[in-house]
């Protein structure tokens, strides 16, 4: 038997390597075990949710007005910052807000000190994210923030408005309450809260109860520097190490939705302006306006009342919309179809060429105001089973036709 020369990697044989790889791999990954984990993340970040809301509907409820009333009256733009994951989450809130009508942009904390902190100016409002309150990049930009006097509004993992609850895997049994407080996540379990007043909001201090050891921390540096604190705090990451941010993000990123969503009802923001803000994209298009898809001017189709048949017709040939407008001045008078002039041959025959556009037209048509939505627009033509609808505006003047052929392009057909 011929002999293969060995070959050796960090001590070991390459057929050893081999061999090991092929046992690591072929041992079975219970789906079981991995579905337990996925619905457990899933459950404790339900759960740092449900906690929030009941803070908001809370003991958070003040704080959680004074913020809104505070961007609400910005004179300028709500700026939003945060450094890492919260970064990210700062970006989501900041694009969430510009378009449901609160002008917002964001502030990597980084770039405002070389340069970028310029972009904040006098009547705007920052909006801090930070799940310590300590991220070094966000306090280097308080001396610049105060100088101006700009609002600040700080989403921190400061326990401030705290309902007691333990961590979901240790009221599940599926920690023990030692490895459960030794998680990075488990800031809320068993603790008791302590007033403090720092600067111009009220925190706590969190201290362990007797029989744990003599142990207070204080409130964030952010939070002790911010004229409205909002609580993100949470009892556990969704992370079985209890590192990596998990339903602290989900969190702050629910919490930033609330103000969105708040700020836009106390606006009054409307499916219209919403439509305004997002011209492109398959959702511009769903909101697309009749005004954006009519046929107007000189690709617009009408004739007066005294017009005779044969230039009528001629006029709807040109047009190619098989439809012409009949109008006295500006006013939409009447309407003349393909289907009105194939209904009129059958009755009057050959006659048909000797009536004007007065006698031969359908009276009061259906119209639909320039301002209206495509997807109305269509609804319309299928309700009245018509493929076409005149345009106009206020005071009955014609503007142009929506046919159905222009509403295709807007995937609503």
């Given at each position: ?199 111009p909001v009220e925190l706590r201090t969190k201290s362990k109860p007797a029989g744990e050891g003599a142990r207070s921390t204080h409130a964030s ?11 993100c705090s949470i009892a556990e990451e969704a992370c079985s190490l209890g590192l990596a941010p998990t339903a602290s993000t989900t969190t702050m ?161």
């Open positions: 038997m011929k002999n293969h020369p060995r070959v050796w990697i960090f001590g070991f044989q390459v057929s050893q390597l081999l061999n090991y790889q092929i046992t690591e791999s072929s041992r079975p990954v219970s789906t079981r075990f991995m579905k337990n984990i996925g619905e457990n993340v899933v459950r404790i970040e339900a759960e740092a949710l449900r906690a929030l809301a009941d803070r908001i509907g809370g003991p958070m409820a003040a704080s959680f007005q004074r913020a809104v009333d505070l961007m609400f009256c910005c004179a300028g733009r709500v700026v939003v910052t945060g450094m890492g994951k919260s970064g990210l989450i700062a970006r989501k809130i900041a694009a969430t807000l510009s378009s449901t009508g609160t002008p917002a942009l964001y502030l990597h904390p980084v770039e405002a000190l070389h340069g970028d902190l310029g972009m904040v100016v006098r009547g705007d409002v920052v909006l801090a994210l930070s799940a310590s309150g300590e991220t070094e990049e966000i306090l280097a930009l308080l001396a610049t923030i105060k100088r101006l006097r700009v609002p600040l509004i700080a989403m921190t993992g400061d326990q401030i408005f705290s309902v007691a609850r333990a961590p979901l895997r240790q009221a599940q049994g599926k920690l023990s309450p030692a490895t459960a407080g030794s998680s990075k996540g488990s800031r809320g379990a068993a603790k008791s809260a302590a007033k403090l007043s720092v600067g540096t952010l939070a002790s520097a911010a004229d409205v604190v909002l609580d990123l629910a919490l930033g939705d609330a103000l969105a969503v708040t700020l836009s009802e106390k606006r009054g923001f409307k499916e219209e302006d919403f439509a305004n803000l997002h011209p492109g994209g398959k959702l511009g298009k769903r909101l697309a306006r009749v005004e954006s898809l009519m046929h107007s001017g000189e690709a617009l189709p009408r004739v007066g009342p005294q017009t005779k048949m044969p230039d009528v017709i001629y006029e709807m040939s040109r047009k190619k919309l098989g439809v012409t407008a009949v109008v006295e001045g500006e006013r939409l008078v009447g309407i003349i179809s393909d289907g009105d002039l194939r209904r009129l041959l059958e009755k009057r025959g050959k006659d048909v060429m000797d009536l004007s556009a007065g006698e031969a037209m359908s009276r009061n048509p259906k119209t639909i105001p320039t301002g209206e939505f495509a997807a109305t627009a269509l609804a319309l033509m299928e309700e009245k089973k018509i493929t076409s609808l005149m345009v106009v505006n206020g005071s009955g003047k014609l503007e142009g036709i929506v046919h159905l052929h222009d509403l295709w392009g807007t995937e609503l057909v």
